[in-house]
């Protein structure tokens, strides 16, 4: 039950970590975007900005999935 328990606070103890570095990110680029588009409180910036993201975390996470795959064979 104690290994349990460490792997799961591990586990989340990564996860906050993650969560973090997300929110880094996302002020980082929101910033950037407020650069490039003025203010980013328009439709059209915040419509730009979420597809652009989207698209990102798209293809980060098939680029993790194919290093992963590499990785254990």
Not at 11 to 30: E, H, M, P, S, Y
Request: aromatic share 6%; charged share 15%; glycine share 6%.
């Amino acid at each position: 039950m104690k290994k349990d328990v460490i792997e799961k606070l591990a586990a989340l103890i990564t996860a906050a970590f993650g969560l973090v570095a997300a929110l880094a990110w996302n002020d980082t680029i929101k910033a950037i975007f407020a650069k490039l588009f003025g203010t980013g409180d328009t439709i059209i910036a915040m419509l730009v900005y979420a597809v652009v993201v989207t698209i990102i975390a798209v293809v980060v996470t098939i680029q993790i999935g194919k290093a992963a795959n590499k990785a254990t064979k």
